[in-house]
């Protein structure tokens, strides 16, 4: 039987949705169940493993999963012997300090002494030492921006996506400690065989997160103002013009990152041009 990549993801929440929803735009078929820990793509040779979010650096450094679908914050946290392969993009948050609105918070240094109360001890030990502090962890799972509020802790050490939880809760986020978002981490010493598989993942993967970066971008002009257009068009190589039916007139097409879209919308219609539209792309091979 050939070698099939085994891939843990999170068995249950957001960041399953999106990774599923990710391994579907790259054109692989997944027989699954929510309730199965098991289930085998139709066409790609990759088996996906649903496992609890902590759990997965720990499989894929044992090798019972290849590779698995996770949050870096996680990574950080379990300390696990494994790297990184790819950064996904979606489910960005950040790992934060707060502390209750009315703290007189001063910096890093205002943390010395104090309680702290969080879900990720590795992570808040490894700042704390890094700005040379001496605090009490108190380590406690879910609910943790309640801690200050029941007399637990004095600041809070917890991942922020919003902030509307914290601000809810009567807190307010001090320090940044790191951004994190999902990634693809596998073993470390990944069969030949399967790496290659793998590199073609990435490679799907690479595309389809370079299409969602990008918009495909039309518009007719004059041809007298085809070379002002151009001129201000950020485009991937130089755009193509073509001759319309109509004499005198061209369409002129280009790829343009979307948000740079809405910087020079204002440019393309002062210097001509008409019928602009921007269309997704569902693949891009740089």
Sequence with gaps: MANRLKVAVQKSGRLLDDSLKLLKECGISIDNGRNQLKASARNFPIDVLYLRNGDIPQYVQDGVADIGIIGQNTVLEKEKNIKEALQLGFSKCRLSIATPRQTDYSGPQWLA????????????????????????????????????????????????????????????????????????????????????????????????????????????????????????????????????????????????????????????KDKGAEGILIVPIQKMIL
């Design 113 to 268: 002494g104090k309680r702290i109360a969080t879900s990720y001890p590795n992570s808040l030990r490894q700042y704390l030492k890094s700005n040379n502090v001496t605090a009490e962890i108190h380590e406690i799972s879910g609910s943790v921006e309640i801690a200050p509020n029941i007399g637990l802790a004095d600041a809070i050490c917890d991942l922020v996506s919003t902030g509307s939880t914290l601000f809810k809760n009567n807190l307010v986020e001090q320090e940044v400690m790191f951004k994190s978002q999902a990634c693809i981490v596998q073993n470390e010493d990944l069969d030949p065989e399967l790496q290659q598989i793998l590199d073609k993942l990435v490679f799907r993967i690479q595309s389809v997160l370079t299409a969602r970066k990008n918009k495909y971008l039309l518009m007719n002009a004059r041809d007298e103002a085809v070379q002002d257009i151009i001129n201000v068009l950020p485009g991937m190589k130089s755009p193509t013009v073509m001759p319309l039916a109509q004499s005198g007139w061209s369409s002129i097409h280009t790829v343009i990152s979307e948000d740079r879209f809405w910087d020079i919308i204002d440019s393309l």
